[in-house]
Every structure is written in C-alpha cells, then in structure tokens.
C-alpha cells in the first residue's frame, strides 16, 4: 500500500527535485512513452501484476515498467533519509474471498520478514515499522499480531483493510489493541495508524492507545475548498454568498500560521474561484497547522490527565 509513495519519491517527479540539485529537470516528451495511441485510444495494458518476487506496475507519467521488491522499497526509504520506514504490503479490498485474504496476508508477512533482514544489513540510526493486516478477521489479525510483534520491530503499524467506516474500525481496535499490550516488549513500542487521520479517527484512536498517525486528509480537504477551523468546523470557502466580502477575516483567528496571518477569506475565496494554484498551498498550510495544533492539544490532554 506504501508502493506508490516509494515510487514517487524513488523514481518519479519528487525524485527528480530531490537529485536534480538545482539544475533543470529533463523530462521526456517522446511519443513512445505516452499512454495513448494516435487516436488518442487508452493503451491496453494491466495496471498492476504481484508475484512472490515483488510488485510490477507501469508509471504513471510515461507508462515504463517499475518493479518494486521489498528490498528495493527499502533501499529507496534509505537513500532520502526516512526516519520510519515501513516495509512494502498487499492492501487487498474490503470485500474479498477470505481465502485470497489469507494468502494476502500470507504474502505480506514474507515481504516484511524480506524487508526487516534488508533493513538490519544497514540501520542507519532509522526505525522500522511492521503493518499489521489481516482486514476485519479476527483470526487473521490475531495471527498477524503474534509473528510480526515476534520480529525486532521498532513500532507497529496497524494498516490492511481497517473496516467499512468508523464503527467497524473503532471495533476493529477495541479488540486488537490489547494484544498490543499483553506482554512489556509490545507495550514498550510506538502504535502507528497507516493512512487514517480525520478528526473523529483521532479522537476515538487515542484513547483507544494509537500514537501516531498520517493521512492526506487536511490536504484533500484543502484542495476542495474546504478549510478546518476551531468555532466553525469545516469552512467551505468556495461560497461566494458567505465567504466573497469577508474582508479583514481570516480562516480561523485562533490560528498563527502564514495563511491566516496574511490572507483573509475573501482572497481566498476570490483565487479558489479563479483556479490560482496558490490557493492550493495556501490552503494546505492552513490546514496542515490546524491539525498539527490538535495534535499538540491531544497530547497536553495525555499529560494532563485528561485522556
């Protein structure tokens, strides 16, 4: 599930900024490399082909071929530097054969092994995270728990298929996380939750024993116009009725990043509706600091007592 962020940092656009070193990108614009035919016909292919080996794909941007191994996944979080670097899964869907579930988190667990033996030839004074899977079975995440968490692990990673929703993923935990705590070497270890951050996540999570998490969630948001805020909750910027004469109002005057320090909802209301691209950081900063701030007040709350 890791496979395609590998990717875009080991081999794509991000790669290419990281080791262009400030010279100019070369890019190819060759016709060979384009997805379509001449009559503009999607080219035929598989998007994706798994095997024991690893995982082979086409690029995105110019329909190469990509194989990704466990190996080559870790080497790749080496060489830009990952402080946590989680090892190449399956995230099979939700709604799946249990057999082929099985045999998922079968794969998964010999790609992790392959993963940690790569990562141990050259620690680096970098961790390592497992990813727990096994979807909604009991039984399969159970087993998952007991051989990842026999392995030396810096942290678990809680990731698969995580249920249909908020109920069944707070279930999901109010069953599996105690496994976490059954013995001193699994309390002693950081809980990371893969891919899931919305604020009502993270309220339940927490007190639930997660530690960390990550999420495109403020992003995506931001991108859509939809901006995060402490008195207002989610704060569609795009209406013009509410947001187009806020003048001298910022997003959320509780907030102290650039955006609300600077730009007020009728600017930002005026370049969502223009297309301008510097909403979209303008917007994604906002929101990446509003949930920084929660995270901070989340983890006061711990200190205090309070959770």
């Known amino acids: 599930s890791g496979g395609f962020q590998v990717f875009s940092l080991a081999y794509g656009s991000v790669h290419e900024e990281l080791n262009s070193k400030g010279g100019e990108l070369k890019r190819s614009n060759s016709k060979k490399n384009q997805r379509y035919s001449d009559n503009n016909a999607s080219v035929d292919r598989p998007v994706v082909k798994v ?20 190996e080559s996944c870790i080497l790749a979080q080496k ?3 990952a402080d946590i670097i989680i090892p190449l899964d399956e995230l099979p869907p939700y709604h799946i054969d249990r057999q082929r579930l099985v045999e998922s988190v079968q794969l998964t667990h010999r790609w992790e092994a392959r993963s940690l033996r790569q990562h141990l030839q050259d620690v680096q004074k970098q961790a390592m995270y497992c990813v727990i ?16 968490t026999s392995l030396p692990f810096d942290g678990y990673g809680i990731g698969g298929s995580l249920g249909n929703g908020h109920g069944e993923l707070f279930e999901l935990l109010r069953w599996m996380m105690p496994m976490l705590d059954a013995t001193e070497h699994r309390k002693s270890k950081p809980r990371h ?47 013009a009725a509410k947001h187009s004469k806020s003048y001298g109002i910022p997003i959320d005057p509780e907030c102290k990043c650039s955006t609300c320090q600077h730009y007020d ?11 301008e691209p510097v909403f ?21 709350e711990i200190l205090d007592g309070k959770i």
Not at 265 to 275: C, D, E, G, P, V
């Open 51 to 70: 095997t024991e080996e690893g995982v082979e794909f086409r690029s995105y941007r110019d329909g190469k071929k990509i194989f990704l191994s466990p």
């Open 280 to 300: 979209l950081q303008l917007a994604g900063v906002h929101n990446i600091q509003y949930m920084n701030d929660l995270m901070a007040r989340k983890r006061q």
């Open 133 to 148: 899977h096994g979807g909604i079975d009991k039984e399969l995440r159970t087993s998952s728990v007991e051989y990842l």
């Open 265 to 275: 909802r009728a600017y930002l209301n005026h370049i969502l509706k223009a297309s």
């Open 193 to 239: 939750l893969l891919g899931i951050a919305d604020e009502t996540s993270i309220d339940q999570c927490i007190a639930l024993g997660i530690d960390t998490f990550d999420s495109c969630f403020p992003t995506r948001l931001s991108r859509h116009g939809t901006l995060l805020t402490r008195q207002e909750g989610k704060l569609h910027i795009k209406s």
């Open 79 to 81: 060489s830009f530097g």
